[in-house]
């Protein structure tokens, strides 16, 4: 049974910074790209940073420059660091994975809220 467990969210100040994780079981991690989205209220979930099974990422635009997603394979751990934070990234962030060869998202987390105060 495959599970994407998140953790790390919680309320900052603007400036501030979090990181989250996200643990994967039930699948073999190093061969699965994965992706933090996010969601906010009245808002369509959008990929906010992906990373392929090589290691090779890709950002949303409102994004770059602050936020960085990483993987320890030998931790079955997925990461998104999150510096510079601004009240426009609050929203509940989502982990996810996709299966070699899936051209989708095949596995999500149930999401940790992260609250970005003005």
């Known amino acids: 049974q495959v599970q994407l467990v998140e953790s790390g969210g919680g309320l900052v100040q603007a400036g501030g910074s979090l990181r989250l994780s996200c643990a994967a079981s039930?699948?073999?991690?190093?061969?699965?790209?994965m992706g933090w989205y996010r969601q906010s209220p009245g808002k369509q979930r959008e990929l906010v940073a992906f990373?392929?099974?090589?290691?090779?990422?890709n950002y949303a635009d409102s994004v770059k420059g602050r936020f960085t997603i990483s993987r320890d394979n030998a931790k079955n751990t997925l990461y998104l660091q999150m510096n510079s934070l601004k009240p426009e990234d609050t929203a509940v962030y989502y982990c996810?994975?996709?299966?070699?060869?899936?051209?989708?998202?095949?596995?999500w987390g149930h999401g940790t809220q992260v609250t970005v105060a003005s």
């Open positions: 996810a994975a996709r299966a070699p060869f899936s051209s989708q998202f095949d596995y």
């Open positions: 990373i392929t099974y090589g290691g090779t990422t």
């Open positions: 039930g699948v073999t991690f190093s061969r699965y790209a």
